[in-house]
């Protein structure tokens, strides 16, 4: 079975500066993808970045950054300059294979302070 | 971007009614969608995968006969909660992945169901 853990159920950020998210991950597969989505209070889920299991490079998208160590089995979120507009929950996912099924963790609370 | 639409947003309805829930790929066909339920202050969880032209598949779990889903075709399928309880009353969002696209599910902006 597929486990995300985020251990960090809220976190504050002063606005322009860096903050990690932590994921952790448990799978037996050798292939997976791990996701990081953002569901602003409104509630949509807003998608953020993507890293493979087989993936070299940390994946980038702009400010976003995800660490990933994959001895450790973990997917860490890292945003730099924060926004106010970053105050949001962020979910980390993994889907196994090939399939589509994309399990997530309990979410992460992001308050940016002015 | 692709683009999923869900309606209705919101919707109140009594205990004992049912009620359809639609989700739209708006500029995109999804051969696959996915029904979530989630909630307050809590994940995501996948409820039941939808396939269009198939039967879904469900979560261990959920109730296919409470939660009907049909995927008509390739931009609309459809969740409907039967015989809603308070106890149903949760935040219900949809995703899709287009067909030959990337690696990532789109959301939908998600339906609030309240059942009084």
């Known amino acids: 079975a597929q486990k995300i853990t985020q251990t960090q159920p809220g976190m504050f950020v002063q606005e322009k500066e860096a903050v990690t998210l932590d994921c952790t991950y448990d799978?037996?597969?050798?292939?997976?993808?791990l996701f990081w989505y953002k569901q602003p209070s409104s509630g949509e889920m807003i998608f953020l970045i993507y890293q493979g299991s087989y993936d070299e490079q940390n994946a980038t998208e702009g400010r976003y950054s995800l660490n990933f160590q994959k001895a450790r089995k973990s997917a860490n979120l890292v945003i730099s300059a924060s926004q106010l507009g970053d105050s949001a929950m962020y979910f980390c996912a993994m889907r196994v294979g090939s399939g589509d099924k994309l399990t997530f963790g309990t979410g992460t609370r992001l308050a940016v302070r002015p | 971007g692709a683009v999923v639409s869900q309606h209705p947003s919101w919707v109140i309805c009594k205990s004992g009614t049912s009620v359809k829930i639609e989700c739209r790929s708006l500029d995109f066909q999804a051969t696959t969608m996915f029904w979530y339920r989630q909630f307050p202050k809590q994940s995501l969880m996948l409820m039941a995968t939808s396939n269009e032209g198939s039967k879904a598949t469900y979560e261990q779990g959920v109730e296919k006969d409470k939660f009907l889903i049909n995927h008509a075709s390739l931009t609309l399928s459809t969740l409907t909660v039967t015989s809603a309880h308070p106890e149903d009353s949760s935040f219900y969002i949809c995703?899709?992945?287009?067909?030959?696209?990337?690696?990532?599910?789109?959301f939908g902006p998600g339906t609030r169901l309240t059942v009084t």
């Open positions: 995703s899709a992945r287009s067909f030959g696209g990337k690696y990532e599910q789109y």
């Open positions: 799978t037996s597969d050798q292939s997976y993808g």
